[in-house]
């Protein structure tokens, strides 16, 4: 409430009291027993003005008065505050329930809105060579991209005056990791969808309790964000509104600012994830002297009881989810999940490497997901979940690929557009890309540490990717700088969460080649100098579930299986001498890898062949690649480590 005791003792004659008393009450009014005020002449029609910090206020203002929206919500992030999006969202055809579950809903979005839009992401400074390495000229930099700021302000300006017209923007207060924690981030997002707002109450810490720490002068990254329709033109589906023509998704480190428009999905719209936790993250990691990674996190126990943890990076949509909550085939072996896709990990004072997962929730790619290859996901998922883009079944249930055996004699389906689906129908029932957004602490192996403020203790660091040839189950870095450089040159066929089409083997540097949000070969310099800042590094592995045989099949069964490798891995922990040394890094020394009770016949020989053909033309590839990406920016160490790679594999 205003002061209105100040108001009274500032000396004024009774008329102008009054006046003010009007006009004060005309700016508060009663309605569900609730008060509610203005900010700059729009209505708040939820949450207190008073409990947001000076800095949130102005920055809710500023945009207010960019987006011009008809009235402003204050998240709280309470159930009751959820009931009332869900119901809204019901209403406007955005989601449906899913009676067959607990509190699930599915939403279906306009097929123009389904992933990640990467070449419409961008990074703003000075100078382009702040955010990407100079491609070799005639080559198109596939490093990230660029703007300036000029040409930033007239791309907002273009899209956001007016953008939220009649409608609501929405205040959400969130934390990137436990709140409190040392290592957590507290973020701000205004949109205009309630669908972010529901999901961003499942995948980060929203509501109050950040409010109330912003209150005590917490920093804030800035997150705006608008569907951009209907305000700005024709909408195609109302139930998802949204601009794919002129989405764009931009970034400015300077600022700890995220401006994103047009599109409602996932990465593009949750900005806590992939736009705060890993692109801005990073910035701000550099900077501090720590590490925002695309990387899972799992624990994992073996039959001695020693317990362990590991991160692990691996491209969107190539297994992250899966490992991190992997059921081991090994007797005795246990794994815990921390996160399934972001870690942001620094050294403590003792040179311990500690990580956090900064998101509350899996925003994870529903097709391939099953009782087979992660019953674990599946016992997390049929509740308090948000679906996108997955088919539905006539006794209120989804289905995806994968999800066969699930589905009960006589149930039909519907695709992810919604039409009537068979087998026989000659495209997918759910799209590629489509998800379940759910609460993380819904896991049944949840790891207890999870939301430890100080983090977990990593042991290993694994790289890996799509390789359906040439690449070995697993081998280990000979050093740090190594390790490096296996990360640097990471490659892996192309997935659908973002918009590539075909299965290109693509570059995908420590899987971050989407989200680095500065220089690459800054990046890389920033990984080599943690070296410095202990003598206990995690050692680093590259591991590849995907290798196939001549015959075209997958030469190892992975899922529970791959428990036989990080087997192995944490025995090369306890320095056991199972491995030995190859041009390309060190493998399992034949008969180390534990393949007792294995159902199905692998080929070991044919699983760690480095065949010499393959690797010359890695090595090729790898040397083009940083010619036409990077230039002479290339770090000496990771040149180094090529040319020691070129010899080791010429001499084979
Ligand atoms: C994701 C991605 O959504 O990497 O996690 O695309
Ligand atoms: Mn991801």
Redesign the pocket.
Known sequence: MPDLAAVSNSGKTFDTYSAEFTRIAKRWSHANGRLYSQLRGVSVVNGSVQDLAPTVKAYVEENIDLCQPETVHICDGSETENNSLVNLMVQQGTITALPKYQNCWLARTNPADTARVESKTFICTENQSETIPTPKEGVKGALGHWIAPTNMEVAVKERFTGCMRGRTMYVIPFSMGPVGSPLSKIGVELTDSAYVVASMRIMTRMGQAVTQQLAKGADFVKCLHSVGAPANGFVEMPSWPCDPERTIILHVPKNNEIVSYGSGYGGNSLLGK?CFALRIGSTIAHKEGWLAE?MLILGITNPKGQKRYIAAAFP?ACG?TNLAMMTPSLPGYKVECVGD?IAWMRFDSSGQLRAINPENGFFGVAPGTSTKSNPIAMKTIFKNTVFTNVASTSDGGVFWEGMEDDIPQGVTIKDWKGRKWTSESGSPAAHPNSRFCTPAAQCPIIDPAWEDPNGVPISAILFGGRRPAGVPLVYEARDWEHGVFIGATMRSESTA?AEHKGKLIMHDPFAMRPFFGYNFCHYLKHWLSMKNRSERLPKIYHVNWFRKGANGKFLWPGFGENSRVLDWILRRLDNEDCAMETPIGNIPKPGSLNLTGLKEDVNTDELFSIPKDFWREEVFAIEKYFQEQVGLELPEEIRQQLKALKKRVDTM
């Open positions: 992939k695309h969107s992250k896709d969460a």
